[in-house]
């Protein structure tokens, strides 16, 4: 497995743990079909939320801006282009299919999981509901 591909799963295992804490019911992971991926899929009270989580390593995370940053750092919810919404919203509608929850209600979450190489540290940010 390519180093990355390592840095995704760490830090959709601390999404789930962190969302766990939190209340969240976790009902499914890495649900893949050939056009996209679900990271992590949970639950709360009647409310499916599908979670997409962006993952980067630093040898420190005190350098790494927590809300949006005006200076031009990097943020890992910058990956979250147009392309890839498309594919969101094309896997999200195939999983309520596939599932038979196409009634419920769902929404969109981003988990962005800042690791710290150095101190074996984590720093995550929840941004609820992200319109699709």
């Known amino acids: 497995m390519a180093p990355h591909n390592d840095?995704?799963?760490?830090?959709?295992?601390?999404?789930?743990?962190?969302?766990?804490?939190?209340g969240y019911t976790?009902?499914?992971?890495?649900?893949?079909k050939p056009w996209g991926e679900i990271d992590i899929v949970v639950k709360i009270y009647s409310i499916i939320h599908f979670?997409?989580?962006k993952t980067v390593s630093?040898?420190?995370?005190?350098?790494?801006p927590r809300e949006n940053s005006a200076d031009g750092e990097y943020r890992a919810e910058d990956?979250?282009?147009p392309q890839k919404v498309a594919r969101l919203k094309k896997i999200i509608q195939t999983y309520l299919?596939?599932?038979?929850?196409?009634?419920n209600e769902w929404v969109?979450?981003?988990?962005?999981?800042?690791?710290?190489?150095?101190?074996?540290?984590?720093?995550?940010?929840?941004?609820?509901?992200?319109v699709l």
């Open 97 to 103: 299919l596939d599932k038979s929850n196409e009634d």
């Open 7 to 22: 840095i995704g799963r760490i830090g959709e295992e601390i999404a789930c743990k962190y969302l766990q804490r939190k």
């Open 26 to 32: 976790v009902i499914d992971r890495n649900y893949r």
């Open 79 to 81: 990956n979250i282009h």
């Open 108 to 130: 969109f979450d981003v988990i962005t999981v800042h690791l710290d190489t150095k101190n074996k540290r984590a720093r995550v940010h929840l941004l609820s509901e992200v």
């Open 51 to 53: 979670i997409e989580v």
């Open 58 to 64: 630093r040898e420190n995370i005190s350098i790494v």
